[in-house]
């Protein structure tokens, strides 16, 4: 088979390089790609970027590409599923109208209210007049402070007191600080708990659940700073139960399913909940309709199961017929090593030394997200630069063999996270 990847991040280089390991693929292109998709062996990088639909659908015609596998949510939820299913190419994600799910957290909402799922509790402003007013008139407690629609993972701000909620609806709706995301508001109760993520593969009608991960969102140790794409992640979570996640599946998954099809939406492709642990149980912070980045790195690390027979079963609606999915027991841990700057402002260009030492590490894979090709160097190339994951016995051995790697590599300005993993080992 042929297979064309549509991304350029850490997640479409761990898709990358766990497709190419399929017996199945035969040749795997990447639109665009990055420094590490160009050296992964078996995989091709194609100069296309994610957002320009007629070049993908024309190289995918012409290639005579079997299965597009879509990375990134801005495509999704500006439809390129929909355009290949117009020209008849098989494409694995979520329509427009699914991908919705992710692109308005106000429909987000709604949804998990109408489904009765449980989630915070929440109001929607167009107004930043009218989401100030609430917020200057109610029992002062902590808020989430949300743009509805995509930012990055940036769009969520927690607010301590009423000073910093009304800075953050002046920003997000009057600074515009995430251009049309901050359209529309929603404020929203703080949870209390651990923060986890449950992805799911769906066709529609089988939900298959994968192990759970627990993302680090905020930029510093401690869970401090403003809110990032993801600094690092691990997989298996072990306060996570069997019976856990029997519930989450029973209460969140299947009903939100359900919702979707009823709504004329039905949803194939991975589903991502990000979910808070409080003392009530599993609440739904947001939903994702896509691989999280980083967290598709250390759950492809464990993942045993072909992943091309898996997509290809959920794009033909037969994800009933795939049995249990295979995972390697050991534990993994994703370290992302970031600019200088990130989550704000940072420079680029420059080049980074110690990847093939890295590479030499037992049990880990650097995998490329922000990096670039320059002078036949691979240079920094985004804000998050590098997700370096490991395998272990156990998760401090997971964590050690990371963080040994992180430590070969070296740019200018380059950091990263000191505890991924530290919540899990404090509360095993």
């Known amino acids: 088979m042929k297979i064309l990847i549509v991304g350029n991040g850490g997640r479409e280089h761990a898709l990358a390089w766990k497709i190419a390991q399929s017996p199945r693929a035969d040749r795997v292109f990447v639109a665009p790609g990055n420094a590490g998709t160009h050296t992964e062996p078996g995989v091709e990088n194609v100069d296309i970027p994610a957002m320009d639909f007629d070049r993908l659908i024309k190289f995918a015609k012409q290639e005579a590409i ?27 994600g979520p329509t427009k109208a699914a991908a919705e799910l992710e692109g308005s957290k106000v429909f987000c909402k709604n949804l998990l209210r109408h489904a009765d799922v449980p989630t915070a509790d929440f109001k929607v402003f167009r107004k930043s007049e009218d989401a100030l007013h609430y917020v200057n008139h109610r029992e002062e407690t902590p808020l989430v402070i949300k743009a509805s629609g995509l930012a990055a993972g940036k769009g969520v701000i927690v607010c301590q007191n009423r000073v910093e909620a009304r800075e953050a609806v002046q920003q997000i709706m009057d600074d515009r600080a995430f251009g049309e995301a901050g359209d529309q508001l929603v404020v929203e109760e703080c949870l209390r708990g651990q923060e986890l993520s449950v992805l799911a593969i769906t066709d529609g009608r089988t939900i298959l659940p994968l192990e759970p991960a627990q ?99 959920v794009v033909d609606q037969r994800l009933d017929e795939i049995g249990p999915l295979e995972w390697d027991p050991r534990p993994s841990v994703c370290v992302v090593m970031a600019s200088e700057g990130y989550p704000g402002e940072y420079k680029k260009g420059h080049p980074i030394r110690g990847l093939d030492e890295a590479a030499e590490v037992p049990q880990v894979k650097v995998f490329h997200a922000g990096t670039a090709i320059s002078n036949d160097l691979v240079v920094n190339n985004g804000g998050r630069v590098l997700g370096v994951t490991a395998l272990g016995d156990s998760l401090p051995s997971a964590k050690l063999q990371a963080y040994r790697a992180v430590k070969m590599i070296r740019w200018p300005g380059a950091w990263c996270r000191k505890d991924i993993s530290d919540k899990a080992l404090s509360d095993s």
Do not use: W
Not at 66 to 73: A, K, Q, R, Y
């Open 66 to 92: 079997d299965l597009t596998v879509v990375g990134p949510e801005a495509p999704l939820a500006a439809g390129i599923v929909d355009a290949f299913q117009a020209e008849k190419l098989k494409v694995f």
């Open 215 to 313: 993302d680090h969102k905020p930029a510093y140790e401690g869970d401090q700073g403003p809110n990032t794409g993801g600094m690092g992640a691990y997989t298996p979570v072990p306060q996570f139960s069997d019976d856990l996640l029997d519930k989450v599946e029973s209460d969140i998954l299947v009903p939100v399913v359900h919702a979707m099809k009823r709504q004329r939406r039905p949803f194939r492709g991975i589903l991502y909940a990000g979910l808070m642990l409080t003392q009530q149980g599993p609440k739904v912070l947001e939903f994702n309709v896509r691989f999280g980045d980083p967290e598709c790195q250390p759950l492809l690390m464990r993942l045993k199961t072909d992943l091309v027979d898996l997509f290809e079963a």
